[in-house]
C-alpha cells in the first residue's frame, strides 16, 4: 500500500481521514437523530413518503449545525470575515446572519440529499435489491475504518509514522525574514535539500488568493528533520504573534544520527542571505545563543 510519491500520500491520507470522520459524524447523526424522528413519523403514518424523508434529512442535517453555530458565537467578542466585522462587542452584525443562513442553508442541502438517498433505498423494491443496498453499506463501512489504517504516509515526512505521539526539536527559532522573501528562502531550503539528499516536500493553504500558512519540509531516513513554518494571515489580522516571524525546527528522530553538521551548514546559508535575522529559542522560550542552540535538547 505503500505510495512512493510524497505528496500523493499525504493528499490520500488526508482524504481516508476526513472520509472516516465525515462518516463517523454522519453516522451520529442517523442514530441519534435520523432514526428516532423515522419511527415517531412512522407510528403517526402507515407510510413514510419522500416528502417526510427529505424533510426529516433536512432537520436532521441543519439543526444540531444550527444550534453549534449560535452557541459558539455566545464566546465570541469580536469577529470578521474577509476584513468585514460579523460580531462586534459580542453583538452579531447583518453579516453574520447573512453567512449563517448561507452555512446552515448548504448544510441543510446535504440533509436533503441524506434523505432522499435514505428513502431510495426504503423503497429500493425486492427483497434482494435491499440486501444488495445493505451488503454495499457493510462493505463501504468497513473500507472506511480500514483504509486509513492500512494507508498511511510512511515516508520520512511523516515524524509519528514509528508509533511515537511526541516530539522535541533538537533545535528551534524565528526567521524574522521579509514575506516578499518566501520564495527565495524556499528555494535556498531546495538547493540545500538536493545537495544533501534530502526529501522535499513543500505545502501552502490559500484563502481568497492570499496564502494563511505555508511549510517547507525537508528530511531523511537517517532521522533528520527541518521544517519551516510560515503563517501570513497572522500579519493581515494584526496579531502580535505576527512580529514572531516564521518558525525553523530541526528534529532528529534517532539518538545516534550526527544532526549538527546539517543544522551548522543550513544555518549558515540563512545567516549569510539574512543576517541577524534568526532567533534561536529554548525549550521554554527563551532566547539563546547559536553555541548554546547547537548544544540541542535531550
Not at 112 to 118: M, R
Not at 123 to 132: E, M, N
Not at 253 to 270: F, Q, S, V, Y
Not at 271 to 296: N, V, Y
Request: positive net charge.
Amino acid at each position: 500500500m505503500q505510495i512512493e510519491e510524497s505528496i500523493s500520500i499525504m493528499v490520500v491520507t488526508q482524504v481516508l481521514n476526513l472520509t472516516m470522520t465525515t462518516f463517523m459524524v454522519a453516522t451520529a447523526h442517523a442514530i441519534l437523530l435520523g432514526l428516532p424522528l423515522f419511527l415517531l413519523v412512522r407510528r403517526k403514518r402507515s407510510q413514510v413518503g419522500i416528502a417526510a424523508c427529505a424533510l426529516g434529512g433536512i432537520v436532521v442535517a441543519a439543526l444540531p449545525f444550527g444550534v453549534l453555530a449560535l452557541m459558539s458565537m455566545f464566546s465570541v467578542q469580536t469577529a470578521s470575515s474577509n476584513g468585514k466585522p460579523t460580531i462586534v462587542n459580542g453583538v452579531p452584525t447583518l453579516l453574520f446572519w447573512i453567512e449563517y443562513i448561507r452555512a446552515v442553508g448548504l448544510t441543510a442541502l446535504s440533509g436533503l440529499v441524506g434523505g432522499l438517498a435514505f428513502w431510495a433505498a426504503m423503497w429500493s423494491g425486492s427483497r434482494r435489491q435491499s440486501w444488495t443496498v445493505v451488503s454495499a453499506a457493510a462493505l463501504l463501512t468497513c473500507g472506511v475504518f480500514i483504509l486509513p489504517v492500512v494507508v498511511r504516509d510512511r515516508s520520512c515526512h511523516n515524524i509519528f509514522r514509528d508509533g511515537r505521539t511526541s516530539v522535541s526539536p533538537q533545535v528551534y527559532a524565528n526567521l524574522k525574514v521579509p514575506p516578499e522573501d518566501w520564495r527565495t528562502l524556499a528555494q535556498t531550503f531546495a538547493d540545500f535539500g538536493r545537495a544533501h539528499a534530502l526529501s522535499i516536500r513543500s505545502d501552502e493553504q490559500l484563502r481568497n488568493g492570499r496564502s494563511t500558512w505555508r511549510s517547507l519540509d525537508l528530511c531523511n531516513e537517517a532521522g533528520i528533520s527541518i521544517n519551516l513554518y510560515d503563517e501570513p494571515w497572522l500579519a493581515q489580522v494584526h496579531s502580535p504573534r505576527a512580529d514572531e516571524g516564521m518558525k525553523l525546527s530541526i528534529t532528529s528522530l534517532k539518538p545516534d544520527t550526527d544532526w549538527k553538521p546539517l543544522a551548522r551548514h543550513l544555518l549558515g546559508e540563512i545567516e549569510r542571505a539574512w543576517p541577524r535575522k534568526t532567533t534561536f529559542r529554548g525549550p521554554s522560550g527563551q532566547i539563546l545563543s547559536f553555541d548554546d542552540a547547537m548544544k540541542g535538547r535531550p
